[in-house]
């Protein structure tokens, strides 16, 4: 057999072992989320003790009370380099320097993670850009590893204040990312960590559905449905139940199975979209859109960004405390530049609908025909009704992707629904699932937006948390076998110092829905190098949908990253067999390969990055 001959750097090896495992001391999470961010540690004695989980309390200047996390949100200065500040400073700051008009040089990104979800074969890299809220870019690795660096600086800041002599080599830092990432998405935030300056052997990529299961099952009252007493943590071996994982940016579903009193399996392949908590700020966004017209949308972003920035704050709290059982109405603040920007349009001869509107007031009732909008003066007043209708989106999604999860089961039963994620804490959509599935409980935790968080710090205590997981896709590597005339196409034949072959040959490791135990490898295969004075060998990692794919060049087959090892000094590398094994079922693809000959041992994190 011969390995594909691409060239590509080699990845950075990864060989986490049991004895470095053991040397750490705290065991620390950083949640990077899409509209909010934090961090969270505890020590190794205070997890042997079952001791409280530390997690940073934010606060921010628009409001009095502490957050257990901090906004998502960089500001950049105008080197493209240089984090000013970051999470609610970052706003406070802009929001100053967009008052004294010294803001156009900046970079500040919100809601920037989402930048990073796509389909499991599209290629990421290094110079990926992100978009920032006034439309300049940067390269995405540097937004994500300034963000890090700042939340893990932060952190250590506050470890050295108690613990006098800790090393940054006495932590295990685990980044948490959702579930439904791709390999190449995952691989990123890897390599941001590492540009953040966090040790290679110290970090874990953690999924976010199964950090917060991990913390729920640790504790009864933190996860307990007071209705039917169902609780998280007494669940029998062998209960199923799902994860539902709301966050800003994404909506996470994973089904989990009790397999001990410590560890779970997952039983579904995770699924999900990008329909969280923002997608009804998005709503209220396309509500302005369609009152001034997407240009003057944009006009008042650009010119009046104090009052922008305050109106979506002032819709972020609004949307965050809303209880349709509670109140009929919502009340907002809203700025009069506004207005002044709408009359601009009025005046406008390119448009002209708006041409025919007498006032703002008109423009409102053309979208609202039951009178559940009134605008005085500086305040606008929304019906609850009307209000909820920004909700309905992201509620929809969520309840469809419960739906799909749940026909995937094929009428297994269910023990509960375990919500967590920020946006898990809208009484809305608590509403929404109870009253769509009456006949599963609905589990909340309390502080269900830091569930996550703490989940992560025991994740990275307990790794192997997750015993088993579904495999999402068909893996392998491109290599070559003996050509066979009239069995393999002409166009594939090559001739190398090892006789004549046939390339392109997809060496199956793992199919898809093959339930695989993590932090083991699945398949060994013997691989040798192709050329006699060859001194390193590269694999392309392919992934299919196809249950057996034949040709890696096959339909819905794509390289989605790449491994490289160096071989050892060898008069003929062709006599030099190397056995070749992966691990595809932790968070990240795992490959090892030994040198028959030497014994040589290498244990590598796969490449996305092109």
Same mark, same amino acid.
């Given at each position: 057999?011969?390995? %594909?001959?691409?060239?590509?750097? $080699? =990845?950075?090896?990864?060989?986490? @072992? /049991?004895?470095? &495992?053991?040397? *750490?001391?705290?065991?620390?999470?950083?949640?990077?989320?899409?509209?909010?961010?934090?961090?969270?540690?505890?020590?190794?004695?205070?997890?042997?003790?079952?001791?409280?989980?530390?997690?940073? %309390?934010?606060?921010?200047?628009? $409001? =009095?009370?502490?957050?257990?996390? @901090? /906004?998502?949100? &960089?500001?950049? *200065?105008?080197?493209?380099?240089?984090?000013?500040?970051?999470?609610?400073?970052a706003e406070s700051r802009y929001d100053d320097l967009v008052t004294k008009k010294q803001h156009q040089a900046y970079f500040f990104f919100k809601n920037f993670k989402t930048g990073l979800y796509g389909k499991y074969y599209q290629p990421l890299n290094t110079g990926m850009k992100l978009?920032?809220?006034?439309?300049?870019?940067?390269?995405?690795?540097?937004?994500?590893?300034?963000?890090?660096?700042?939340?893990?600086?932060?952190?250590?800041?506050?470890?050295?204040?108690?613990?006098?002599?800790?090393?940054?080599?006495?932590?295990?830092?685990?980044?948490?990312?959702?579930?439904?990432?791709?390999?190449?998405?995952?691989?990123?935030?890897?390599e941001s960590a590492l540009q953040a300056g966090l040790l290679p052997d110290s970090i874990i990529i953690a999924l976010e559905p199964e950090a917060a299961s991990v913390y729920c099952r640790q504790l009864d009252v933190c996860a307990i449905n007071r209705d039917s007493g169902v609780a998280l943590s007494s669940l029998k071996i062998g209960s199923k139940y799902l994860v539902l994982d709301a966050g800003g940016g994404t909506v996470d579903l994973t089904v989990h199975e009790?397999?001990?009193?410590?560890?779970?399996?997952?039983?579904?392949?995770?699924?999900?979209?990008?329909?969280?908590?923002?997608?009804?700020?998005?709503?209220?966004?396309?509500?302005?859109?369609?009152?001034?017209?997407?240009?003057?949308?944009e006009q008042f972003k650009r010119i009046e960004t104090d009052d922008w920035l305050y109106l979506m704050g002032e819709f972020e709290s609004k949307k965050k405390s809303f209880n349709p059982k509670e109140q009929d109405h919502v009340n907002m603040r809203f700025p009069h530049s506004f207005k002044g920007i709408y009359e601009s349009n009025k005046r406008s001869s390119i448009l002209k609908r708006i041409i025919k509107t007498k006032s703002l007031d008109d423009a409102f009732r053309e979208i609202d025909t039951g009178n559940e909008i009134?605008?005085?003066?500086?305040?606008?007043?929304?019906?609850?009704?009307?209000?909820?209708?920004?909700?309905?989106?992201?509620?929809?999604?969520?309840?469809?992707?419960?739906?799909?999860?749940?026909?995937?089961?094929?009428?297994?039963?269910?023990?509960?629904?375990?919500?967590?994620?920020?946006?898990?804490?809208?009484?809305?959509?608590?509403?929404?699932?109870?009253?769509e599935f009456p006949d599963i409980p609905v589990v909340v935790p309390v502080e269900a937006s830091t569930a996550v968080l703490k989940g992560a710090v025991l994740y990275g205590y307990y790794p192997p948390v997750i015993s088993e997981r579904i495999v999402k896709y068909t893996y392998g590597v491109s290599g070559s076998a003996e050509f066979i005339p009239g069995a393999h196409p002409i166009e594939k034949r090559v001739v190398t110092d090892n006789g004549v072959r046939c390339k392109d040959i997809f060496f199956k490791h793992v199919t898809r829905g093959e339930l695989?135990?993590?932090?083991?490898?699945?398949?060994?295969?013997?691989?040798?190098?192709?050329?006699?004075?060859?001194?390193?060998?590269?694999?392309?990692?392919?992934?299919?949908?196809?249950?057996?794919p034949r040709y890696t060049t096959d339909k819905d087959c794509h390289v989605i990253g790449r491994v490289t090892l160096n071989l050892s000094g060898t008069d003929d590398a062709t006599n030099n067999q190397l056995e070749v094994s992966f691990a595809f079922g932790g968070t990240e693809i795992v490959v090892t390969a030994k040198e028959v000959k030497t014994g040589k041992i290498v244990k590598s994190v796969v490449s996305f990055l092109e």
């Open positions: 057999m011969e390995l %594909s001959a691409l060239n590509m750097a $080699t =990845s950075a090896e990864c060989d986490i @072992t /049991s004895d470095q &495992a053991d040397s *750490k001391i705290i065991f620390a999470a950083i949640d990077l989320g899409t509209s909010y961010s934090g961090w969270a540690f505890a020590s190794k004695t205070d997890l042997d003790r079952n001791s409280t989980i530390y997690v940073k %309390s934010w606060y921010s200047t628009y $409001t =009095s009370n502490s957050t257990g996390k @901090t /906004s998502t949100c &960089a500001l950049i *200065k105008p080197d493209g380099e240089t984090l000013d500040s970051f999470g609610y400073e978009v920032d809220q006034m439309g300049r870019v940067l390269p995405a690795i540097n937004v994500f590893s300034a963000s890090i660096r700042f939340l893990a600086e932060d952190m250590f800041s506050d470890l050295k204040r108690r613990f006098q002599d800790i090393r940054p080599g006495d932590i295990r830092w685990v980044i948490t990312v959702p579930a439904i990432w791709t390999d190449q998405a995952k691989y990123l935030m890897r009790v397999a001990s009193s410590k560890t779970v399996k997952q039983i579904v392949t995770a699924s999900g979209n990008v329909h969280g908590g923002n997608a009804v700020n998005k709503e209220f966004e396309k509500f302005l859109r369609t009152t001034l017209s997407d240009e003057k949308y009134t605008l005085k003066r500086d305040k606008i007043t929304f019906t609850s009704h009307f209000f909820s209708n920004f909700f309905k989106l992201a509620t929809l999604k969520a309840i469809h992707e419960i739906k799909k999860i749940i026909e995937k089961m094929q009428g297994e039963t269910l023990s509960c629904i375990l919500m967590v994620g920020g946006f898990s804490e809208c009484i809305l959509l608590q509403q929404a699932v109870k009253t695989v135990k993590t932090g083991e490898s699945q398949r060994t295969k013997l691989f040798v190098p192709q050329y006699r004075d060859q001194r390193t060998v590269k694999w392309d990692i392919c992934a299919s949908k196809l249950e057996n």
